[in-house]
């Protein structure tokens, strides 16, 4: 009698009525919050921006259908079916998800904050930017899925299956995984790293196509660190050592890099704005195509780096070194940059004007491979250390000028003036040296050089052979 009392309760009229109501009122209106629709079959219906605040969907059917941008807060969607279904930007918030299917589920940009979707099956689903922040996915399964850019913080990993699921840029602070947790090693070390588990010294870390915000490595040895294409916002990254670190396109915004050893650092076609790298050490770093927006490069060091279609017209230059850069088509700031490299700059992109004079002008330790300096007057320049290789010096004049240590490999100074000058330590292998003059020249090694008719430094004359 117990038993068949029940079932009279369950399947009662009245039940039934007021199931067909709630059912009903959604069909008309799109809005049924706290309703009622246990075991509904809503396959294929059109839910875009339905209010289902708080409503009980248990074992409900919605696959296919399409509640995009639908509110589904603190709804109870237990065991309920989503397969192929839109939710765009809707709002499962608090929603209890546990045991439902939504394999092949459009998720992008939803929000999930505190959902329970433990034990859900999430197979083949895209959840691109969705926020995850606190979830509970406990054993759930998420194979093949798109996680790029979604917000995983605080949310408990524990046993969940994310074999070929795509993890780029999300954020996995605060989160829980465990041994149990079916995870790429790779984002497994993105996890730890992220949540401080890594010892401070990380040789060689992967972590490109990463997503680091409001984190503090300051005084982290990450030599060779991987940050191919990640977004660094907000990071502390203070005296810390990437040498040898790869930077390809990724972006830096609000990041502190002050006093940072970035030497022989890939930075190319990265992009840097309002970020700190006052002192730091750039040293034959990759810069090219790199774009640097409102950011300070006081004092850096930038030897020897390659600058090659960088943008620095929005960045603080002031006494940063740029010994043998490479500034070729180089955008470069109105103000910052100093007298002497904004003439290299000039020298190399053939952007000297009339009246730029060249003569007693200190260009020691320039980039000025294959310039054209033909004719220009240059007594008394500093050339030391310059790099002047394959350069066109044809009938310049370099009376007393100071080449020491500079490189004039295979360059052309037919007819040119190098008398009195100061050579000691410099490279003419190759050099086209026929005619010049180089009487009283000091230290120059001629070894290897075309001297055909040329004036040597002890006044004679050499002969043509």
Do not use: H
Not at 335 to 355: A, F, S
């Amino acid at each position: 009698m117990l038993i068949t009392s029940l079932v009279l309760i369950i399947i009662s009229p009245q039940t039934v009525a007021i199931k067909e109501e709630a059912f009903q009122q959604l069909k008309n209106t799109g809005e049924c919050p706290a309703c009622n629709l246990f075991q509904a079959d809503l396959v294929e219906w059109e839910l875009t921006e339905a209010n289902l605040n708080g409503a009980n969907l248990t074992e409900a059917d919605l696959s296919l259908s399409r509640l995009n941008k639908a509110n589904l807060f603190r709804a109870n969607l237990t065991k309920a079916r989503l397969n192929e279904t839109l939710l765009l930007e809707a709002n499962l918030t608090e929603a209890n998800l546990s045991f439902a299917q939504l394999n092949e589920a459009k998720l992008q940009a939803a929000i999930l904050k505190n959902t329970n979707l433990s034990d859900a099956s999430v197979q083949s689903s895209n959840l691109e930017k969705a926020n995850l922040e606190k979830a509970n996915l406990t054993n759930t399964n998420l194979q093949n899925t798109n996680l790029t850019s979604a917000k995983l913080r605080g949310a408990n990993l524990s046993q969940a299956n994310l074999e070929n699921t795509i993890l780029n840029y999300v954020d996995f602070r605060e989160t829980t995984i465990t041994g149990e947790t079916k995870i790429n090693d790779k984002w497994r070390k993105v996890q730890q790293f992220v949540n401080y588990q890594l010892e401070t010294e990380t040789i060689n870390l992967n972590l490109s196509q990463v997503s680091l915000e409001s984190s503090d490595f300051s005084d982290r040895n990450l030599e060779g660190t991987n940050l191919t294409q990640s977004n660094l916002f907000i990071v502390n990254l203070k005296n810390a050592n990437f040498s040898q670190s790869n930077f390809t396109q990724a972006s830096l915004n609000y990041v502190d890099l002050s006093q940072a050893n970035l030497t022989e650092t890939n930075l190319s076609q990265a992009i840097i704005k309002q970020t700190d790298l006052t002192e730091a050490n750039l040293s034959e770093s990759n810069l090219t195509q790199a774009i640097l927006i409102d950011t300070d490069l006081t004092n850096a060091n930038l030897s020897n780096c390659d600058l090659t279609q960088t943008d620095l017209t929005q960045t603080n230059l002031t006494e940063t070194d740029f010994s043998l850069a490479k500034f070729t088509e180089t955008k470069i700031p109105n103000n910052t940059l100093n007298y002497k490299w904004r003439m290299v700059w000039k020298i190399l992109n053939n952007k000297l004007e009339d009246d730029d004079i060249l003569a007693n002008l200190n260009l020691s330790k320039a980039y000025l491979k294959g310039v054209n300096l033909y004719r220009k007057g240059l007594q008394e320049t500093n050339l030391s250390g310059s790099n002047l290789e394959e350069a066109n010096l044809k009938q310049a004049n370099l009376f007393k000028a100071n080449f020491n240590e500079t490189n004039f490999k295979n360059a052309n100074l037919e007819n040119a003036i190098l008398a009195y000058g100061e050579g000691n330590g410099a490279d003419f292998t190759g050099a086209n040296l026929r005619y010049a003059n180089l009487n009283k020249a000091k230290g120059i090694n001629l070894e290897n050089a075309i001297l055909c008719g040329a004036i040597l430094p002890d006044g004679s004359k050499y002969i043509c052979q």
